[in-house]
């Protein structure tokens, strides 16, 4: 679908015609199907795949992630029609926005890798991923307790 | 008429005419959206550092939201794609009624805005029902340390549902980013809806068949897709992953 040449314009104050509005609607919903079509795929896959959660495959992540960019690239150049805006406009609007996301996603990326490192983990993260894990684990040994009851004694003193 | 015309690039900024091509309001709005989709951005971004963090101890999602209205058995995830479809339709009403707007079609215009406010409603209608499933816990419960006032310390018991300082389905800031998050969006729509009603009884008034042009509907439709649009990151990051 190419931008600019068969699809009624969205200028100030553009009037479409009936005809206008019958290419636009046949697109629009051509979008939408395509998008139902990713969501339910997307559940599809999300509910039967084994090993899912953030210790899920690379693969499955990758793929959740890329058709979350196909979805929400759909919503903004049709639905928002950005695509059929100015090109000016178009960059305005996106290039700002990439650049600080795409930084920040680089960032946390870099210091939650670094910071996820078990070695790098501070004495207060261990004691409690390790109260959190034997919570969940079931255990009802009073070494959970204990830990909380020892830590909270430390914040008295 | 239909199709854009090519602006001579110099003289697009004389001055006289908008070199974008949009009105003020719309271009104001798409600068309003892409400010708070950094803020969406951050808070998601947040939540993936964290959820890092703790990927040991984080809880899974189709672990967590297995109900669905009316049916006893569990069904992961359903509900939840229910209330994604139920948005995107409405996204789609939405876009259909800007469409009807360029066409002065002030009966197609009324009536997709009144289904775009019919979708927001039953949205936000079920993500209530997601909060209450959510603070209210499941029968069984799990075993939590929880701050006792009258002792002054922790006392490990059953705990049944979610709270901002413990819940029942594993770290605390899963129910922590849950609640920040779907609640910040959650208002956002809440908010559209309220916005699109607003509209929506302009439209029956016939404020904008007098105006010439049906713009405003526009503009709260690009609002509107942007609630979408974040959804679809919620979505992603909050319950697939």
């Given at each position: 679908?190419?931008?600019?040449?068969?699809?009624?314009?969205?200028?100030?104050?553009?009037?479409?015609?009936?005809?206008?509005?019958?290419?636009?609607?046949k697109?629009?919903?051509?979008?939408?199907?395509?998008?139902l079509?990713?969501?339910?795929?997307?559940?599809?896959?999300?509910?039967?795949?084994?090993?899912?959660?953030?210790?899920?495959?690379?693969?499955?992540?990758?793929?959740?992630?890329?058709?979350?960019?196909?979805?929400?690239?759909?919503?903004?150049?049709?639905?928002?029609?950005?695509?059929?805006?100015?090109?000016?406009l178009?960059?305005?609007?996106?290039?700002?926005?990439?650049?600080?996301?795409?930084?920040?996603?680089?960032?946390?990326?870099?210091?939650?890798?670094?910071?996820?490192?078990?070695?790098?983990?501070?004495?207060?993260?261990?004691?409690?991923?390790?109260?959190?894990?034997?919570?969940?684990?079931?255990?009802?040994?009073?070494?959970?307790?204990?830990?909380?009851?020892?830590?909270?004694?430390?914040?008295?003193? | 008429?239909?199709?854009?015309?090519?602006?001579?690039?110099?003289?697009?900024?004389?001055?006289?005419?908008?070199?974008?091509?949009?009105?003020?309001?719309?271009?104001?709005?798409?600068?309003?959206?892409?400010?708070?989709?950094?803020?969406?951005?951050?808070?998601?971004?947040?939540?993936?550092?964290?959820r890092?963090?703790?990927?040991?101890?984080?809880?899974?999602?189709?672990?967590?939201?297995?109900?669905?209205?009316?049916?006893?058995?569990?069904?992961?995830?359903?509900?939840?794609?229910?209330?994604?479809?139920?948005?995107?339709?409405?996204?789609?009403?939405?876009?259909?009624?800007?469409?009807?707007?360029?066409?002065?079609?002030?009966?197609?215009?009324?009536?997709?805005m009144?289904?775009?406010?019919?979708?927001?409603?039953?949205?936000?209608?079920?993500?209530?029902?997601?909060?209450?499933?959510?603070?209210?816990?499941?029968?069984?419960?799990?075993?939590?340390?929880?701050?006792?006032?009258?002792?002054?310390?922790?006392?490990?018991?059953?705990?049944?549902?979610?709270?901002?300082?413990?819940n029942?389905?594993?770290?605390?800031?899963?129910?922590?980013?849950?609640?920040?998050?779907?609640?910040?969006?959650?208002?956002?729509?809440?908010?559209?809806?309220?916005i699109?009603?607003?509209?929506?009884?302009n439209?029956?008034?016939?404020?904008?068949?007098?105006?010439?042009?049906?713009?405003?509907?526009?503009?709260?439709?690009?609002?509107?897709?942007?609630?979408?649009?974040?959804?679809?990151?919620?979505?992603?990051?909050?319950?697939?992953?």
């Amino acid at each position: 679908m190419e931008f600019h040449d068969d699809y009624p314009s969205y200028e100030t104050m553009a009037n479409h015609s009936e005809e206008d509005g019958k290419k636009a609607r046949k697109v629009l919903w051509k979008v939408f199907w395509v998008m139902l079509f990713i969501t339910i795929f997307e559940l599809i896959v999300g509910s039967m795949a084994p090993g899912r959660g953030w210790s899920g495959t690379m693969g499955l992540k990758v793929l959740f992630i890329g058709l979350t960019v196909v979805k929400a690239g759909a919503i903004v150049l049709w639905f928002m029609h950005l695509g059929h805006e100015v090109k000016f406009l178009k960059y305005v609007i996106l290039i700002p926005y990439m650049v600080f996301i795409l930084y920040t996603v680089f960032i946390v990326l870099v210091e939650g890798v670094y910071s996820g490192k078990p070695g790098n983990f501070t004495r207060v993260d261990k004691i409690f991923i390790d109260q959190q894990k034997e919570l969940s684990s079931g255990h009802h040994g009073a070494a959970a307790a204990h830990g909380a009851e020892a830590e909270h004694g430390a914040e008295h003193h | 008429m239909a199709h854009t015309t090519e602006i001579d690039a110099k003289a697009a900024w004389d001055g006289g005419q908008s070199p974008f091509r949009v009105s003020y309001g719309k271009m104001m709005m798409w600068f309003f959206l892409v400010s708070d989709a950094l803020t969406f951005g951050g808070l998601l971004i947040s939540y993936g550092f964290i959820r890092h963090k703790y990927a040991d101890v984080w809880p899974k999602a189709e672990n967590v939201f297995t109900h669905f209205p009316f049916v006893e058995q569990h069904l992961p995830l359903a509900y939840v794609g229910l209330m994604t479809f139920i948005l995107i339709m409405s996204s789609v009403t939405m876009v259909l009624a800007v469409e009807a707007g360029h066409r002065m079609d002030r009966k197609g215009v009324t009536m997709w805005m009144f289904w775009t406010i019919v979708g927001g409603a039953l949205f936000v209608g079920s993500q209530a029902w997601e909060w209450y499933h959510f603070i209210v816990g499941t029968h069984d419960g799990a075993l939590r340390n929880v701050w006792d006032m009258a002792t002054g310390s922790y006392v490990q018991q059953t705990y049944h549902g979610a709270t901002m300082v413990v819940n029942e389905y594993g770290v605390p800031q899963f129910a922590n980013y849950f609640f920040f998050i779907t609640g910040f969006h959650g208002f956002h729509v809440f908010s559209g809806v309220i916005i699109n009603l607003v509209i929506f009884l302009n439209v029956l008034k016939g404020t904008y068949e007098k105006r010439g042009h049906y713009e405003m509907v526009e503009k709260v439709g690009l609002y509107w897709h942007f609630v979408d649009l974040v959804w679809v990151f919620v979505f992603t990051f909050f319950y697939l992953l």
